[in-house]
């Protein structure tokens, strides 16, 4: 089973990985294109600040996701300073838990948000396209972010690393010093 999710988690990364350098790609070479046209041509894309708009919310709400595959999302360090190590397996085991929960409850949220847009039919201004489009990421993401954090309470449980955000292999390490 483990191995299993493993195989869909990395799946889901080197798609991830795929999507973050052509979106960010994009994103800047129709920046860099508008400015260009803008500044000596007088002229530009209409809609390059909508998709630029579009794409860095893509870019972000992915990012995160791939972040959280690698444990290495934005984390506050204070349990590590409050907990001992020997405690601070448990108390990440249980963050990751609420943070599961959480997630899920606002990609819940986020789906409920995004179903309500494509049925009033909203459009974007410029580029006219569906803004559930745009939208869905963000439930996506979250959904994909709580089952990451499914696999990062396993790794915690296993012993494997101490805590979330602790980006793994740095940990990893550590641990088989400490043994």
């Not at 201004?125 to 006219?128: E, R, W, Y």
């Given at each position: 089973?483990?191995?299993?999710?493993?195989?869909?988690?990395?799946?889901?990364?080197?798609?991830?990985?795929?999507f973050?350098?052509?979106?960010?790609?994009?994103?800047?070479?129709?920046?860099?294109?508008?400015?260009?046209?803008?500044?000596?041509?007088?002229?530009?894309?209409?809609?390059?600040?909508e998709?630029?708009?579009?794409?860095?919310?893509?870019?972000?709400?992915?990012?995160?996701?791939?972040?959280?595959?690698?444990?290495?999302?934005?984390?506050?360090?204070?349990?590590?300073?409050?907990?001992?190590?020997?405690?601070?397996?448990?108390?990440?085991?249980?963050a990751?838990?609420?943070?599961?929960?959480?997630?899920?409850?606002?990609?819940?949220?986020?789906?409920?948000?995004?179903?309500?847009?494509?049925?009033?039919?909203?459009?974007s201004?410029?580029?006219?396209i569906?803004?559930?489009?745009?939208?869905?990421?963000?439930?996506?993401?979250?959904?994909?972010?709580?089952?990451?954090?499914?696999?990062?309470?396993?790794q915690i449980?296993?012993?494997?690393?101490?805590?979330?955000?602790?980006?793994?292999?740095?940990?990893?390490?550590?641990?088989?010093?400490?043994?």
């Open positions: 089973m483990n191995q299993f999710f493993e195989s869909i988690n990395n799946f889901f990364a080197k798609i991830e990985k795929i973050l350098v052509i979106g960010v790609s994009v994103m800047i070479l129709v920046v860099f294109f508008d400015i260009i046209l803008r500044e000596l041509f007088d002229g530009g894309f209409i809609w390059a600040k998709l630029a708009a579009f794409l860095m919310i893509w870019v972000g709400f992915v990012g995160a996701s791939l972040a959280a595959k690698e444990n290495k999302h934005i984390v506050v360090g204070i349990p590590e300073k409050l907990f001992p190590k020997k405690v601070l397996p448990y108390v990440s085991l249980f990751s838990v609420i943070i599961f929960t959480v997630t899920i409850l606002i990609a819940y949220l986020g789906f409920n948000y995004v179903l309500e847009t494509k049925e009033f039919g909203e459009t201004l410029v580029l006219n569906p803004l559930w489009i745009v939208q869905i990421i963000i439930p996506a993401s979250l959904v994909i972010i709580a089952f990451r954090f499914i696999g990062i309470g396993i449980f296993k012993g494997k690393i101490l805590s979330i955000g602790a980006g793994g292999k740095e940990e990893l390490t550590q641990i088989e010093e400490d043994k």
